[in-house]
Nanobody, 113 residues
């Protein structure tokens, strides 16, 4: 049974950093594009970063230059390194493997002033 789960959220002051992890199980490692989404209170869920099987990353302009998406083959893990976090980055962050319709449960990131 394919599964996906995020971890690494938490509280951080503005300007700080966090690294989120997304672990998949029950599927072949690294053969699918994967996405990071976030949903802020009262807002729609938005796609913020993607990574292709070859490692090519794509970013929404709201996070480009501050966030880095990567994947570690052999560990079935995708990461989202988030630097220079701002209050507006506060949201529930989820990872997704759209080709298989997989979604994680989400992890809360809260940025304070």
């Amino acid at each position: 049974q394919p599964q996906i789960a995020e971890s690494g959220g938490g509280f951080v002051q503005a300007g700080g950093s966090l690294r989120l992890s997304c672990v998949t199980s029950g599927i072949s490692d690294g053969f699918y594009p994967m996405d990071w989404y976030r949903q802020a209170p009262g807002k729609q869920r938005e796609l913020i970063a993607s990574i292709l099987p070859d490692g090519s990353p794509f970013y929404d302009e709201s996070v480009e230059g501050r966030f880095t998406v990567s994947r570690e083959r052999g560990k079935n893990t995708m990461y989202l390194q988030m630097n220079n976090l701002q209050i507006e980055d506060t949201a529930v962050y989820s990872c997704s493997l759209p080709r298989l319709g997989l979604w994680g449960q989400g992890t809360q990131v809260t940025v304070s002033s």
